[in-house]
Each structure stands twice: as C-alpha cells, then as structure tokens.
C-alpha cells in the first residue's frame, strides 16, 4: 500500500516519464502531474498531496515560485525540487522558499526514494495528528449539534484547522479564511460564510446552549445569542490549542 501521495511538476514530457519511472510505486502514490508550473500549483491545492517535485525551468512560473505558492497556500505539502542546475544561491533560494530537498540531476532512482522516505516518517506523523484532531473537532461539533451532513460542518471543520495551524487568520476571516475553503471546495467565499452561519444557527435551534457553555466555559450565552462565524471558529480552535493540538 503506498505510504504518501506525490504530485509532479517537470519542464517536459520526457522528464517527467523518466521521473514516474523512477518513484517506487509501491511506497508513493502519484496522484497527478502538469507541465506547467502554475497549472501545477492549481491542481496542487485541490488534490492535498503529501510531496510535490519539481523541476526549477517551467512553463508559467518557475520551481522557486511553486515552492513559495505551495508554502504560502499548503504549508502542510513538502516540496522537492529536481533540477540540472547547479548553483549555491539557487538552492539557497529554494530551500529558503520551502523545498525540503534540492536534488541535482542526473540522480539516481535509489536516492530520490531513499529521501522521499525519509520524509514520510515526519509526513506519517502529521498524518496520524491530523487525524486525531480532526477526530476532536468532530466530536466538539456534534456535542454541541452541528449535524455532519450539512455543508457547514465541512467548512467549519477546515476553518478550525486553519485556526490552529495559523491563530492570526481569524484577523482576515472574510479576505482569507473563506476564500481558502472555497477554493479547497470549489464554491465561493460568500457560500462558505452562509454554510457557516447557517451550521452555528442550526445548533443553536436546537437547544444545546448548556452543552456549549460548559465545552467552552469562555462565555455564557443566553437565550437566542450566538457567536459569530469567527468567534466560534476562534472559540474551537483555541480550545484544541490549550489541549495540545
């Protein structure tokens, strides 16, 4: 069974059938390619892969750019740039710009698995935690009544998650938060502020104000009072933080 999902980014054809031939597919998924650096980051914040690598001559931007785009926009994803060009201030700037590894070309298939591999250890470590918080956030939200089904528990889950890896994105919940969960959802920012409202309100309708005090124990609400979409979203994420999250 594979062990992490790759995306790949090379500057041609024939580069990148010599790189899928080169990754053990016993041990790495790869779950998608592109020939074009911005076309790459793209599929790259749809499809969540664990590694992207990348060439550093691309169409559309170059490897240094989709380092930087993917550390900006998918912390969590690791890059790894393959490239023939040799060159301190490069790799500086690469690594700089979030490459985990700065491969030389022509490399041996032997060594790209063998620091792919040393990679998953770290990147099956995050994956049980996420998990697990994941696991949290759910049971938090079903306490209070946020049924599962509806679209709001889904935005509301990965607005959390965002909180936690990033607390000061609470500041920028309109410009920031919601545009990158309609991105990830492929909906608009003023759905997944709608899908929000809406899964807050609906537990709140049914009456689980004690249960939510008590979770909390920040504030008391009464009657028809309700956290905004931030606030709520700040009040989970801070209580996952003082747990260890």
């Excluded at 990754?23 to 390619?33: A, L, N, R």
């Excluded at 550093?56 to 740039?81: F, M, Q, S, Y």
């Excluded at 700037?93 to 030389?104: C, E, Q």
Aim: proline share 4%.
């Amino acid at each position: 069974m594979a062990i992490a999902s790759v995306f790949l980014i090379q500057e041609d054809e024939t580069a990148l059938n010599s790189l899928m031939k080169a990754i053990d597919t016993q041990k790495f998924k790869i779950i998608g390619s592109s020939l074009n650096g911005l076309d790459g980051v793209q599929k790259i914040l749809k499809l969540s892969p664990d590694l992207v690598i990348t060439s550093i001559t691309l169409a559309g931007i170059d490897g240094l750019e989709v380092c930087e785009r993917v550390k900006l926009n998918a912390p969590n994803v690791k890059t790894v740039i393959l490239s023939s060009i040799v060159s301190d201030d490069i790799i500086r700037s690469a690594i700089s710009k979030g490459a985990v590894y700065y491969l030389v070309k022509p490399v041996e298939s032997s060594l790209i698995n063998a620091r792919l591999q040393e990679l998953f250890g770290g990147i099956a470590q995050a994956k049980v935690h996420n998990a697990t918080l994941e696991e949290r956030i759910s049971k938090i939200f079903i306490s209070v009544g946020i049924p599962p089904h509806i679209k709001g528990y889904s935005y509301l889950r990965e607005g959390v998650k965002m909180a936690i890896d990033r607390p000061a994105i609470i500041n920028s919940i309109t410009k920031e938060l919601y545009p990158k969960i309609g991105e990830k959802y492929e909906t608009t920012p003023s759905k997944v502020e709608r899908a929000i409202r809406h899964a807050i309100e609906v537990a709140w309708n049914r009456g689980r104000i004690d249960s939510i005090n008590n979770l909390f124990g920040v504030r008391a609400y009464v009657g028809s009072e309700k956290p905004t979409n931030g606030e709520f979203i700040a009040l989970v994420a801070d209580k996952m933080l003082l747990e260890g999250a």
